[in-house]
């Protein structure tokens, strides 16, 4: 598979080539608890999103060294705007950084604003295993897959 980096809810693309069989999708171990992350900027309080405990574990069996899972929003899906997972290792000056237990979540400003007060989970399913943006209080109304949403006007 070529070095494409972005995975969505749907599917999941590797930005690194491969490293041993099917690092993104082995089994996830582990409750499913949600628990607030901290943030490394000064206003932790306002405009965080969190980790639940799936998606920390999953984070921590794909990542190598400095990579962490980047979080954007972008136009588009049939609700008009749709969630873009990617592994990344480049921090941009408007990034948030969120942590838990050793993983990181990086959410750039603009995307921040749409997903403020989100869950990022890893949720393992027949048919798919995905990370996913859940109860987003953002979101007016979503697709049925989970990976499109129309805002709060």
């Known amino acids: 598979m070529a ?3 972005g995975l969505t809810a ?3 693309r590797v930005v690194t080539p491969w ?12 409750p ?7 943030s490394s900027s000064p206003e932790a309080g306002e405009g965080q999103i969190h980790l639940t405990d799936s ?7 794909i990542t190598e060294g400095s ?3 980047r979080l954007e929003v972008e136009g588009g899906g049939c609700s008009g705007f749709q969630y873009k997972f990617s ?5 941009n000056p408007d990034d948030r950084v969120f942590e838990k237990g050793g993983a990181r979540v990086v959410v750039d400003s603009d995307s921040l604003a749409f997903v403020k007060g989100a869950h990022v989970d890893f949720s393992q399913e027949l048919i798919r295993s995905s990370f996913q943006v859940l109860n987003n209080p953002q979101a007016q109304q979503g697709c049925s897959c989970g990976s499109s949403f129309s805002v709060k006007l």
């Open 3 to 5: 070095a494409v980096r």
């Open 10 to 12: 749907v599917a999941l």
């Open 19 to 30: 490293h041993g069989s099917s690092r993104l999708l082995a089994a996830s171990r582990g």
């Open 32 to 38: 499913r608890a949600l628990r607030e992350v901290s």
């Open 55 to 61: 998606c920390v574990q999953r984070l921590l069996e």
């Open 67 to 69: 990579e962490f899972l």
């Open 87 to 91: 592994l990344d290792t480049v921090i």
